[in-house]
Protein backbone atom coordinates (compact mmCIF):
# COMPACT_ATOMS: atom_id res chain seq x y z
CA UNK A 1 0.00 0.00 0.00
CA UNK A 2 2.98 2.22 0.95
CA UNK A 3 5.04 0.91 -2.40
CA UNK A 4 1.78 1.89 -4.40
CA UNK A 5 1.04 5.30 -2.44
CA UNK A 6 4.76 6.38 -3.65
CA UNK A 7 4.54 5.46 -7.35
CA UNK A 8 1.02 7.78 -7.40
CA UNK A 9 3.04 10.75 -5.93
CA UNK A 10 5.50 10.11 -8.46
CA UNK A 11 3.40 9.98 -11.33
CA UNK A 12 1.33 12.75 -9.91
CA UNK A 13 5.01 14.64 -9.62
CA UNK A 14 5.62 13.94 -13.14
CA UNK A 15 2.73 15.00 -14.98
CA UNK A 16 3.13 18.40 -12.81
CA UNK A 17 6.58 18.81 -14.27
CA UNK A 18 5.47 17.80 -18.35
CA UNK A 19 2.40 20.28 -17.80
CA UNK A 20 4.67 22.87 -16.48
CA UNK A 21 6.92 22.63 -19.75
CA UNK A 22 4.14 22.31 -22.07
CA UNK A 23 2.95 25.51 -20.29
CA UNK A 24 6.66 27.08 -20.20
CA UNK A 25 6.43 26.44 -24.74
CA UNK A 26 2.70 27.54 -25.23
CA UNK A 27 3.68 31.03 -23.65
CA UNK A 28 6.71 30.76 -25.71
CA UNK A 29 4.92 30.33 -28.60
CA UNK A 30 2.09 32.87 -28.34
CA UNK A 31 5.18 35.27 -28.39
CA UNK A 32 5.10 36.26 -24.48
CA UNK A 33 9.15 35.91 -24.83
CA UNK A 34 11.02 37.45 -27.84
CA UNK A 35 14.70 37.36 -26.65
CA UNK A 36 16.96 36.43 -29.85
CA UNK A 37 20.07 36.47 -28.01
CA UNK A 38 21.72 36.07 -23.85
CA UNK A 39 22.16 39.67 -23.38
CA UNK A 40 26.17 38.64 -23.08
CA UNK A 41 27.28 38.23 -26.31
CA UNK A 42 24.50 38.66 -28.46
CA UNK A 43 21.84 41.10 -28.13
CA UNK A 44 18.67 40.05 -26.71
CA UNK A 45 16.35 41.80 -29.11
CA UNK A 46 18.18 41.48 -32.44
CA UNK A 47 20.33 38.15 -31.74
CA UNK A 48 23.37 40.60 -33.13
CA UNK A 49 27.05 40.01 -31.87
CA UNK A 50 27.78 42.40 -29.43
CA UNK A 51 30.72 44.27 -30.31
CA UNK A 52 31.12 47.03 -27.82
CA UNK A 53 29.98 46.96 -23.97
CA UNK A 54 28.85 50.47 -23.58
CA UNK A 55 25.24 49.48 -23.95
CA UNK A 56 25.13 48.28 -21.04
CA UNK A 57 21.27 48.21 -18.26
CA UNK A 58 20.70 46.55 -14.86
CA UNK A 59 17.31 44.47 -15.43
CA UNK A 60 16.21 42.13 -12.76
CA UNK A 61 19.03 42.54 -10.88
CA UNK A 62 21.83 41.45 -13.10
CA UNK A 63 23.83 43.42 -16.15
CA UNK A 64 22.14 43.24 -19.89
CA UNK A 65 24.29 43.67 -22.86
CA UNK A 66 22.98 45.27 -26.33
CA UNK A 67 23.77 45.90 -30.13
CA UNK A 68 22.63 49.43 -29.54
CA UNK A 69 21.30 51.76 -27.62
CA UNK A 70 17.78 51.64 -29.89
CA UNK A 71 17.54 47.94 -28.55
CA UNK A 72 18.58 48.83 -25.03
CA UNK A 73 15.94 50.98 -24.98
CA UNK A 74 12.94 48.63 -26.31
CA UNK A 75 14.43 46.23 -23.75
CA UNK A 76 13.77 48.67 -20.99
CA UNK A 77 10.36 49.44 -21.78
CA UNK A 78 9.17 45.37 -21.47
CA UNK A 79 11.99 43.77 -19.96
CA UNK A 80 9.82 40.38 -19.38
CA UNK A 81 9.82 40.07 -23.39
CA UNK A 82 13.46 40.04 -23.96
CA UNK A 83 15.29 39.17 -20.79
CA UNK A 84 15.15 36.42 -18.06
CA UNK A 85 15.77 36.34 -14.40
CA UNK A 86 18.93 34.56 -15.24
CA UNK A 87 21.43 33.86 -17.49
CA UNK A 88 20.77 29.85 -17.36
CA UNK A 89 17.00 31.08 -17.96
CA UNK A 90 17.82 33.23 -20.54
CA UNK A 91 19.46 30.52 -22.89
CA UNK A 92 17.08 28.21 -22.71
CA UNK A 93 14.34 30.86 -23.25
CA UNK A 94 16.18 31.86 -26.99
CA UNK A 95 17.00 28.00 -27.67
CA UNK A 96 13.35 27.18 -27.43
CA UNK A 97 12.24 30.45 -29.53
CA UNK A 98 14.82 29.65 -32.11
CA UNK A 99 13.96 25.85 -31.71
CA UNK A 100 9.96 26.86 -32.79
CA UNK A 101 10.92 29.06 -35.23
CA UNK A 102 12.27 26.17 -37.24
CA UNK A 103 15.77 24.60 -37.08
CA UNK A 104 19.42 24.82 -36.94
CA UNK A 105 20.93 27.86 -35.22
CA UNK A 106 24.01 29.17 -33.45
CA UNK A 107 24.02 31.68 -30.62
CA UNK A 108 24.85 34.48 -32.82
CA UNK A 109 22.28 34.51 -35.79
CA UNK A 110 18.78 33.05 -33.61
CA UNK A 111 17.02 36.24 -35.94
CA UNK A 112 18.05 34.17 -39.34
CA UNK A 113 15.07 31.27 -39.08
CA UNK A 114 12.94 33.81 -38.10
CA UNK A 115 13.30 36.13 -40.74
CA UNK A 116 13.17 33.42 -43.19
CA UNK A 117 9.34 33.26 -43.06
CA UNK A 118 7.87 35.92 -41.17
CA UNK A 119 8.28 39.84 -41.62
CA UNK A 120 9.99 41.11 -38.52
CA UNK A 121 9.69 45.06 -39.11
CA UNK A 122 8.84 47.33 -36.80
CA UNK A 123 9.03 51.00 -38.02
CA UNK A 124 8.53 52.42 -41.16
CA UNK A 125 12.28 53.56 -42.04
CA UNK A 126 11.04 57.17 -42.47
CA UNK A 127 9.79 58.13 -38.63
CA UNK A 128 10.41 54.81 -36.62
CA UNK A 129 13.27 52.36 -36.68
CA UNK A 130 12.17 49.19 -38.97
CA UNK A 131 14.05 47.45 -36.12
CA UNK A 132 13.38 48.38 -33.08
CA UNK A 133 10.37 50.28 -33.97
CA UNK A 134 12.04 53.76 -31.71
CA UNK A 135 12.17 57.26 -33.21
CA UNK A 136 14.67 57.57 -35.94
CA UNK A 137 18.23 59.67 -35.40
CA UNK A 138 17.98 61.87 -38.84
CA UNK A 139 22.24 61.41 -39.19
CA UNK A 140 22.06 57.31 -38.80
CA UNK A 141 20.34 56.55 -42.54
CA UNK A 142 21.12 53.85 -45.34
CA UNK A 143 20.11 53.61 -48.79
CA UNK A 144 18.77 49.97 -49.31
CA UNK A 145 16.96 48.58 -52.11
CA UNK A 146 16.82 52.52 -54.27
CA UNK A 147 15.36 54.15 -50.92
CA UNK A 148 16.64 55.63 -47.89
CA UNK A 149 15.81 54.11 -45.04
CA UNK A 150 16.65 55.97 -41.07
CA UNK A 151 17.58 54.01 -38.25
CA UNK A 152 17.88 54.46 -34.56
CA UNK A 153 21.29 53.58 -34.39
CA UNK A 154 24.20 51.79 -36.63
CA UNK A 155 23.37 48.54 -34.87
CA UNK A 156 19.96 48.12 -36.37
CA UNK A 157 21.60 49.33 -40.02
CA UNK A 158 23.88 46.03 -39.61
CA UNK A 159 20.76 44.10 -38.92
CA UNK A 160 18.89 45.00 -41.82
CA UNK A 161 21.29 45.12 -44.57
CA UNK A 162 21.96 41.32 -43.65
CA UNK A 163 18.01 40.57 -44.28
CA UNK A 164 16.29 43.41 -45.89
CA UNK A 165 13.67 41.30 -46.67
CA UNK A 166 12.50 40.82 -43.03
CA UNK A 167 12.47 44.37 -41.94
CA UNK A 168 11.32 46.17 -45.61
CA UNK A 169 8.38 46.38 -47.16
CA UNK A 170 8.57 46.32 -50.85
CA UNK A 171 6.39 49.14 -52.09
CA UNK A 172 7.28 49.30 -55.52
CA UNK A 173 3.59 47.71 -56.64
CA UNK A 174 1.80 50.32 -54.81
CA UNK A 175 4.15 52.79 -56.20
CA UNK A 176 3.45 51.92 -59.90
CA UNK A 177 -0.26 51.97 -59.14
CA UNK A 178 -0.41 55.08 -58.01
CA UNK A 179 -1.22 58.09 -60.47
CA UNK A 180 1.52 60.69 -60.37
CA UNK A 181 -0.24 63.94 -59.06
CA UNK A 182 2.42 66.41 -59.15
CA UNK A 183 2.48 69.48 -60.30
CA UNK A 184 5.59 71.48 -59.34
CA UNK A 185 9.43 70.17 -58.54
CA UNK A 186 9.40 70.98 -54.98
CA UNK A 187 12.84 73.37 -55.71
CA UNK A 188 11.05 76.37 -56.53
CA UNK A 189 7.39 75.09 -57.35
CA UNK A 190 5.25 73.15 -54.72
CA UNK A 191 4.95 69.29 -56.23
CA UNK A 192 0.98 69.55 -55.21
CA UNK A 193 -0.04 73.04 -56.54
CA UNK A 194 2.19 73.83 -59.15
CA UNK A 195 2.45 77.17 -57.08
CA UNK A 196 5.67 79.23 -56.27
CA UNK A 197 6.98 78.01 -53.33
CA UNK A 198 8.11 79.59 -50.08
CA UNK A 199 11.99 78.70 -48.59
CA UNK A 200 10.48 78.81 -44.98
CA UNK A 201 7.71 75.69 -45.96
CA UNK A 202 9.78 72.55 -46.17
CA UNK A 203 10.04 68.77 -45.52
CA UNK A 204 12.64 66.23 -45.71
CA UNK A 205 11.47 62.74 -48.16
CA UNK A 206 13.58 60.33 -49.14
CA UNK A 207 16.75 62.14 -47.74
CA UNK A 208 15.55 65.20 -49.83
CA UNK A 209 14.20 68.55 -49.02
CA UNK A 210 10.84 69.65 -50.61
CA UNK A 211 9.60 73.12 -50.65
CA UNK A 212 6.00 74.05 -50.77
CA UNK A 213 3.68 77.01 -51.33
CA UNK A 214 1.97 76.31 -47.62
CA UNK A 215 1.98 73.74 -44.66
CA UNK A 216 -1.19 71.80 -45.87
CA UNK A 217 0.74 70.69 -48.72
CA UNK A 218 3.09 68.95 -46.84
CA UNK A 219 0.26 67.05 -44.93
CA UNK A 220 -1.07 65.81 -48.74
CA UNK A 221 2.50 64.42 -49.45
CA UNK A 222 3.33 62.81 -46.52
CA UNK A 223 -0.37 60.99 -46.97
CA UNK A 224 1.10 60.10 -50.53
CA UNK A 225 4.56 60.98 -51.02
CA UNK A 226 4.90 58.58 -54.42
CA UNK A 227 1.48 60.48 -56.16
CA UNK A 228 3.34 63.70 -55.70
CA UNK A 229 7.41 63.20 -55.99
CA UNK A 230 9.60 61.28 -58.16
Do not use: W
Not at 51 to 74: D, H, L, P, Q
Not at 100 to 105: T, V
Not at 106 to 128: I, N, R, W, Y
Not at 180 to 199: A, Q, R
Amino acid sequence: MKEMTIMMAFRRSMAIVVLAGSLALTALAQGEFKGMGDGIETCPVTGEKISSKENKAEIFGRAVYFCCGGCMATAKKSPELYVKKTEKEQLAAVAAMAKMAGGAHDDHHHAEPQAAGSFLGKGDGVETCPVTGEPISKSVKAEIGGKTVYFCCEGCIDTVKKNPAAYLKNTGAKKAETAFLGKGDGVSTCPVTGEPISKSVKAEFGGKTVYFCCEGCIDTVKKNPSAYLK
